[in-house]
């Protein structure tokens, strides 16, 4: 009766130790995949002159550096460890501020803004479709386009491509105005 009761024990105590392995393992996996739920805006507002080409068909534009450190960003807003789980853009929109030939922004009847990064493809992220505004591009944003592997990159650019119903050459000032959402984790 003593060894039944020894080896129903030891063998009760082998059960509650691989488990409590197995257990542990889990947590670590749990812990790896955790997300603080707190997404944060970061504002991307850059102001530049660029050679501003309108045609039938898409032109695209020069592109522009983002000038976005990310990394540096959210070690500015949280402690620890934390890196980019995920990130889109949540608004962009251009302005114009000035033009050498006296073209606006109503020559643009189509546009789609493109994001670029070293190792990376090229993607659509936001578009315009129609526009009628004179001074402004109000791109709607494509918020199933996961930007994080873009936006690890310091040398993240964007470009545009514009299409009007004619073909328009100018120097263009012009304001962009930007928002992406940033998740971070562990």
Do not use: H
């Not at 934390?82 to 501020?97: G, R």
């Not at 494509?142 to 930007?147: A, K, M, P």
Request: net charge negative; glycine share 4%; proline share 5%.
């Amino acid at each position: 009766m003593k060894k039944l009761i020894t080896n129903i024990f030891m063998t009760s105590a082998l059960i509650v130790g691989i488990s409590t392995i197995n257990s542990c393992s889990k947590v670590d996996d749990i812990i790896d995949n955790i997300t603080i739920p707190v997404p944060f805006d970061i504002p991307v507002n850059i102001e530049t002159e660029i050679p501003f080409a309108v045609a039938t068909e898409y032109v695209k534009s020069p592109s522009i550096p983002l000038g976005l450190d990310l990394d540096k960003e959210i070690k500015e807003r949280f402690e620890g460890n934390l890196t980019v789980k995920s990130a889109k853009l949540t608004s962009f929109s251009i302005s114009q501020v000035s033009s050498v030939g006296g073209i606006n922004l109503k020559a643009v009847s189509d546009a789609e803004l493109w994001i670029s990064a070293p190792g990376q493809e090229d993607k659509v992220i936001a578009t315009v479709t129609n526009n009628t505004s004179e001074t402004a591009l109000s791109f709607t944003p494509d918020t199933t386009v996961e930007l994080m592997n873009y936006l690890k990159s310091t040398q993240a650019a964007i470009y545009i491509k514009v299409k009007g119903p004619e073909n328009k050459v100018d120097q263009m000032k012009i304001r962009i105005n930007s928002s992406f959402k940033i998740q971070v984790g562990l």
